[in-house]
């Protein structure tokens, strides 16, 4: 049994922060490629950003120069510090990590159940 869950995310104010966390938990045994998904109303869910096993990322244009992500292995937990946000940063946010499950060989994607963030005045 392997639960992925966000949090974080809230109303925010246009050129303002928030930090979302991703905490894998359960019967986990490694976890490889943690990545950070948005979609917002009407429009297709996108990458955000991509963090691998040895802490090399990469983001979506839209998010360069505003926005982290990083890792923390012993927690098992992957975090998106997002600064300077904007209205068009309004979307659902969620995590996929892909997990292998302690005592089963081959790993697979897991999802988190997305967490809410709205940048309005």
């Known amino acids: 049994q392997v639960q992925v869950v966000e949090s974080g995310g809230g109303l925010v104010q246009p050129g303002g922060s928030l930090r979302l966390s991703c905490a894998a938990s359960?019967?986990?045994?490694?976890?490889?490629?943690m990545n950070w998904y948005r979609q917002a109303p009407g429009k297709q869910r996108e990458l955000v950003a991509t963090?691998?096993?040895?802490?090399?990322?990469n983001y979506a244009d839209s998010v360069k120069g505003r926005f982290t992500i990083s890792r923390d292995n012993a927690k098992n937990t992957v975090y998106l510090q997002m600064n300077s946000l904007k209205p068009e940063d309004t979307a659902v946010y969620y995590c996929?990590?892909?997990?292998?499950?302690?005592?089963?060989?081959?790993?697979?994607?897991?999802w988190g159940q997305g967490t809410q963030v709205t940048v309005s005045s």
């Open positions: 996929k990590a892909h997990i292998r499950v302690l005592g089963l060989r081959d790993g697979q994607d897991y």
């Open positions: 359960g019967t986990v045994f490694s976890i490889n490629a």
């Open positions: 963090i691998t096993t040895s802490s090399s990322t």
